[in-house]
């Protein structure tokens, strides 16, 4: 049994390196704008997170909007108009008028966030959170992190943050950070790998900031959006490159749109 010891203490050293960084060379998948979104599902809206929940996604990237009169909602745009076609901004509109809003898609309407939390911890799946609200609203930010205590998910959220709540969710969710903010954050006193995660998209990630990432313990997300190719001749011949390439240097963890989930599950 001794000769096996050095073995196994080995491989459990793995498991927490690869535990503290989030690589575990499993690739995981994190839905983009809420869920499985195409021709036929609205962002956001629960036609596409049953879907992304149906695909096996582990984690959904939602956007966090409040209203007029202070309901935290999700909903990508600052107004309605896209999906819905209704011109008011989200933050001049009251919930009773958001919520009877009817997608010309799939007949979704808009959702609640803490609906949106509820089907995920109902379906063991995590949150990515896109802060969309202006400045600091330590109020609404008060609600969010009593929503994700209440639904147990706080643990495993991810956020792209705002520079005005920078501040204010340091140490409470993980956020963003591009790899110059990363090293400015690893100078400042009281700095923890685990409050952070190192998001970017293939574009800006060399094979040697992937390696950094494992080197440091940080977690690494890259990000492949149809946003990033809109001025590409072939957007899917690119992103296919993007995702193979991403790959090869290591990474494991993609915030996609599902069009390019094909690239990375086989």
Request: aromatic residues 10%; contains cysteine.
């Amino acid at each position: 049994m001794k000769q096996f010891f050095p073995i196994i203490l080995a491989y459990c050293c793995l498991l927490n390196l690869a535990d503290a960084s989030g690589q575990t060379g499993v690739v995981r998948l994190i839905a983009h704008r809420g869920g499985v979104v195409d021709s036929t599902f609205t962002e956001n809206g629960l036609p596409a997170l049953r879907e992304a929940a149906r695909q096996g996604y582990g984690m959904i990237e939602t956007d966090m909007r409040i209203t007029a009169d202070g309901v935290l909602m999700a909903n990508h745009d600052a107004d309605f108009m896209r999906f819905y076609g209704d011109s008011r901004s989200v933050t001049a509109t009251r919930w009773k008028e958001a919520q009877q809003l009817t997608s010309r898609l799939d007949g979704n309407h808009p959702m609640l966030l803490e609906d949106v939390f509820r089907f995920c911890a109902d379906n063991r799946m995590a949150v990515m959170l896109d802060n969309k609200i202006a400045g600091l609203d330590s109020t609404a930010f008060d609600k969010l992190i009593a929503l994700l205590d209440r639904y147990g998910l706080r643990k495993t959220a991810l956020m792209i943050g705002t520079e005005e709540s920078t501040a204010f969710f340091t140490g409470k969710v993980r956020l963003s950070c591009s790899r110059r903010q990363l090293e400015e954050n690893m100078r400042k006193p009281g700095y923890r790998a685990e409050h952070y995660y190192f998001f970017e998209r293939p574009a800006k990630l060399a094979q040697e900031d992937a390696a950094w990432a494992r080197k440091h313990n940080i977690r690494l997300v890259a990000a492949i959006n149809k946003f990033h190719y809109r001025n590409s001749p072939d957007m899917m011949a690119d992103a296919q490159k993007d995702c193979e390439r991403m790959l090869r240097y290591g990474i494991t963890e993609f915030q996609i749109d599902s069009e390019f989930r094909k690239f990375l599950v086989k």
